[in-house]
């Protein structure tokens, strides 16, 4: 969940709209986008690409192949990183991403390390790039969560990659839904239903309205919605909490880590015959 930010907001579990998943967690990102940089940038590094507060790499995963030569978009780019870990390894990458502060940040980072990683400012139910563009799309820990029609955006990734293109994302783990957003001992008691997808959503005081949204759905649904769509999983990966990571990252840590996972990586094939 987010961290506190802007308006004086109360949390809530109900039904929200893609609009108004999207009008609230723009202004979210552009808010907390300055000091998401300067609190995990540097664990995330200029050129880095981890698949979440882990800081599992993909240079040791792999989830992605061979990158040499490949066309790659980067959904919930933020900064670019990842994105730019990919040129280092060959691939021609672009970003996206829904946040203009962070948009901003990756063009600070394109001027610091001299990669550049070309990003447009948009959403994932629309990508604005043509079909067949991509052999690679990926997200890191980025916009699928945040994403009430999921299935259209990930139609839309199906649209732009290529035959036999490859698809890979990192969200939140489903089962710490039932639990508490406290990285403490005392956040490791279940207290809500590992199967209400109701959408967690925080409200302004002042006018009623979202200002941060996130959807939940179960692995299975993750599983079910990349089979309709025409992708052979080939990768789930729950990580474990590395021994040498101390850091405690909203309602991530070492307390929960080691119990329970706090991350699931997928990776899946699109099929040649998948309907396009």
């Given at each position: 969940?987010?961290?506190?930010?802007?308006?004086?907001?109360?949390?809530?579990?109900?039904?929200?709209?893609?609009?108004?998943?999207?009008?609230?967690?723009?202004?979210?990102?552009?808010?907390?986008?300055?000091?998401?940089?300067?609190?995990?940038?540097?664990?995330?590094?200029?050129?880095?690409?981890?698949?979440?507060?882990?800081?599992?790499?993909?240079?040791?995963?792999?989830?992605?192949?061979d990158l040499a030569g490949r066309q790659v978009l980067e959904l919930g780019s933020g900064a670019g990183?990842?994105?730019?870990?990919?040129?280092?390894?060959?691939?021609?990458?672009?970003?996206?991403?829904?946040?203009?502060?962070?948009?901003?940040?990756?063009?600070?980072?394109?001027?610091?390390?001299?990669?550049?990683?070309?990003?447009?400012r948009?959403?994932?139910?629309?990508?604005?790039?043509?079909?067949?563009?991509?052999?690679?799309?990926?997200?890191?820990?980025?916009a699928l969560q945040f994403?009430?029609?999921?299935?259209?955006?990930?139609?839309?990734?199906?649209?732009?990659?290529?035959?036999?293109?490859?698809?890979a994302f990192s969200i939140t783990h489903p089962t710490r839904w039932m639990f508490p957003d406290d990285p403490t001992a005392e956040g490791l008691t279940a207290s809500q239903s590992y199967w209400d997808r109701t959408p967690y959503v925080e409200i302004d005081v002042t006018t009623g309205t979202a200002s941060y949204a996130e959807h939940h759905r179960t692995l299975g649904d993750w599983v079910g919605l990349l089979s309709a769509a025409g992708f052979r999983l080939t990768d789930l990966i729950e990580p474990e909490w590395p021994a040498d990571n101390d850091r405690i990252w909203g309602g991530w840590s070492r307390a929960r880590g080691e119990l329970t996972p706090g991350t699931a990586i997928f990776g899946a094939d699109l099929l040649a015959t998948a309907q396009r």
């Open positions: 969940m987010s961290e506190p930010q802007g308006p004086i907001v109360y949390s809530d579990r109900r039904a929200v709209s893609e609009t108004e998943s999207r009008r609230a967690n723009g202004p979210d990102w552009d808010r907390y986008a300055d000091e998401y940089q300067a609190t995990h940038g540097p664990f995330l590094g200029d050129i880095g690409f981890i698949w979440g507060p882990e800081g599992v790499t993909e240079e040791s995963l792999r989830v992605l192949g990183q990842c994105a730019r870990w990919v040129r280092h390894q060959g691939g021609t990458s672009y970003g996206l991403d829904l946040s203009h502060r962070q948009l901003q940040h990756s063009l600070r980072l394109d001027d610091a390390t001299g990669v550049a990683v070309p990003s447009v948009a959403t994932a139910t629309a990508i604005p790039f043509a079909d067949d563009s991509f052999d690679v799309v990926f997200c890191s820990f980025g994403v009430a029609d999921i299935e259209v955006a990930v139609a839309d990734v199906v649209r732009v990659l290529r035959p036999g293109g490859r698809f």
